[in-house]
């Protein structure tokens, strides 16, 4: 049987980037929960906990970096409603009632020096 990967370059950086992110996060402290959580209207990239409150975590990630650009704005509103649709559906199907919140991961990746620069900002209010 062909071991054919049928991931398209763009998910093949984001995979990395997420497991980029996910080294950074258990580095500073937080326990991953649950990766690449789906639904028909919306995804979630990781999710972790740390200090008794769920962290809902949306990563972008970039393998060049232009001018002025930067990876954070490609969570646009609509983005952000898709994201906060999953996180009830999540949080329902889970039957948790606790605190959460919507942090963001960008992972800036050099594929010449195969180094990445990550940040993260965190509580976003959706």
Same mark, same amino acid.
């Given at each position: ?5 049928? #991931?398209? !370059?763009?998910?093949k ?25 789906? #639904? %028909?209207?919306? =995804? ?5 906990? %740390?200090?008794d ?7 972008? @990630? ?11 704005d490609?969570?646009?509103?609509? +983005?952000? %409603?898709?994201?906060? #649709? @999953? ?7 889970? %039957?948790?009632?606790? !605190? ?7 992972? +800036? ?7 990445? #620069?990550? =940040?993260?900002? !965190?509580?976003?209010?959706?």
């Open positions: 049987m062909n071991n054919i990967d049928f #991931r398209t !370059e763009k998910r950086i984001g995979d990395i980037g997420e497991n980029i992110a996910c080294d950074f996060l258990k580095k500073r402290g937080f326990e991953i929960v649950e990766r690449n959580y789906l #639904r %028909k209207w919306g =995804e979630i990239d990781i999710i972790a906990k %740390k200090a409150i769920i962290r809902f975590i949306e990563v972008k @990630t970039v393998t060049h970096v232009t001018s002025g650009y930067r990876p954070e490609n969570v646009h509103h609509w +983005k952000l %409603k898709r994201l906060g #649709r @999953t996180i009830q559906t999540y949080l329902l199907h889970k %039957k948790l009632d606790c !605190e959460w919140q919507l942090d963001l991961v960008t992972v +800036k990746m050099n594929m010449d020096t195969r180094k990445a #620069r990550v =940040e993260m900002i !965190e509580n976003i209010v959706i």
